[in-house]
């Protein structure tokens, strides 16, 4: 057994006795009431889910087991003492629950630099997609091709015991995760540069990489790629691309299935489509006012505007923070430190300014503070990634260290099959008020 998976069964094996403690002798202990509002309102604040890698805190922000993304970004290892920590790191905390050592981080980059080649067929489903096809359709279409070298489902058909389901599982994320990168920039590649793909270096880092197969080569935008593959990567286990991985692996699909799942959710304008609603929004205000440096004044009038017309603005508000997001707090840190006078960089950090105090007036609403999408799209767009509707490719990739190692603690501890009950709306109706009518009458 590998290091790397040898460190996990090891530390996570501790929490398997628990596991089983606790749904054997405390399964009828009652933990919270759940309205008709809840069930109505998306299940928002239902406990309801088990997930160890990150939990999100409203009033500060995600933790990945237990550490703020600050402390992270001091505490994380990274290859030079002025660059930013990488997702190796991140994924070694996220997986077996401790701060890795520099070693740890290079074992875990090293593995995926072993395990990182493609298979042909998944390249040529790429290619068989036509141009004017959605980046995150073929990426989703790319993942379930590489489904046929899923170690767990052919594993699953031989027999094995359900006891083993974490060391296939293991294999098939640490496989999925290591070819992603290769996989994506294929993608921006054969989208946008006809073609014209770039081969792997196996000696730099994962996101090092994955910016070396995109096209860009420059220190600036390995550093941008690693500090952006870290801040997206988890968000806990309740939302749409975490909770759709957990759902549909819950029934011992594979993680290439489950990932996929995870990635449609993930391309909804209501979950990772939000980054590119955001620049979007900005390059249509920076057209109707007429320039690319708008007073606050202007900015003021044109947010105002969008309100009134029944829109939201977006990259503003978060389903559960109640403050700004400390990844938008990352990212603009990172833009005053190593951007000046980018008009586009400027815009978002004076709509910063403006856009709180107008939602706060408008009322009803509980949090008019910038989420991660207000600033992830001009800091790509800065660097030269101007193809803003592939950026849910890349917060997908992202995403995938934090909801494909929650999959294999899934399995190490024997999860069930989720299987929520369900009734119809006049049940509901007859809990409230006892009305025995139906919505059809």
């Not at 590998?2 to 054997?24: D, G, M, P, T, W």
């Not at 994506?184 to 770039?198: E, F, G, P, Q, V």
């Not at 430190?337 to 009803?364: F, M, Q, S």
Request: glycine share 8%.
């Amino acid at each position: 057994m590998e290091y790397i998976k040898n460190r996990f069964y090891e530390k996570a094996s501790k929490c398997v006795a628990a596991y089983n403690q606790l749904k054997k002798e405390h399964g009828d202990t009652v933990i919270g009431e759940i309205t008709i509002g809840q069930v109505l309102s998306g299940m928002k604040g239902i406990p309801a889910l088990v997930t160890d890698t990150s939990k999100l805190d409203p009033n500060e922000g995600i933790r990945f087991r237990g550490y703020s993304i600050p402390e992270l970004r001091e505490k994380l290892p990274r290859l030079t003492p002025e660059g930013e920590p990488l997702p190796e790191g991140l994924f070694y905390l996220m997986l077996i629950g401790e701060i890795p050592e520099y070693e740890d981080m290079m074992n875990i980059s090293k593995a995926w630099a072993a395990r990182s080649q493609v298979p042909q067929h998944v390249f040529d489903v790429i290619d068989a997609m036509p141009r004017t096809a959605k980046p995150m359709t073929i990426f989703s279409a790319a993942i379930v091709a590489e489904a046929t070298e899923s170690v767990f489902q052919k594993a699953y058909h031989s027999g094995i015991n359900k006891k083993y389901y974490w060391d296939f599982m293991y294999d098939d994320v640490m496989n999925l995760i290591a070819r992603l990168p290769h996989i994506a920039a294929y993608i921006y590649r054969h989208l946008y540069y006809k073609d014209k793909h770039i081969e792997p270096e196996p000696r730099l880092d994962w996101a090092g990489n994955l910016a070396h197969m995109m096209g860009y080569d420059s220190d600036e935008v390995k550093r941008l790629m690693r500090l952006y593959m870290v801040i997206h990567a988890d968000h806990e286990g309740g939302n749409v691309s975490a909770h759709a991985t957990h759902l549909v692996g819950s029934a011992l699909s594979n993680p290439h299935y489950s990932f996929a799942a995870g990635m449609l959710g993930l391309a909804g304008p209501l979950h990772g489509y939000a980054n590119q609603d955001v620049i979007h929004w900005i390059f249509e205000m920076i057209e109707n006012i007429g320039t690319d440096t708008p007073s606050k004044d202007q900015l003021a009038k044109y947010v105002t505007k969008t309100l009134e017309e029944g829109r939201v603005i977006p990259g503003y508000g978060h389903a559960v923070l109640r403050q700004t997001d400390p990844r938008f707090l990352v990212q603009m840190e990172f833009a005053n430190k190593y951007i000046k006078n980018d008009p586009l960089i400027n815009i978002v950090n004076n709509l910063y300014e403006v856009v709180p105090p107008i939602l706060e007036n408008v009322g009803k609403i509980k949090n008019p503070w910038p989420n991660v999408d207000a600033y992830s799209g001009v800091l790509l767009y800065h660097y030269g990634i101007k193809e803003y509707s592939f950026y849910t490719v890349l917060f997908g990739l992202s995403r995938a260290l934090g909801v494909l190692s929650s999959l294999i603690l899934d399995r190490l501890y024997g999860m069930p099959i989720e299987r929520p009950s369900s009734h119809p709306l006049q049940w509901y109706v007859a809990k409230a008020n006892g009305d025995t009518s139906t919505c059809e009458q």
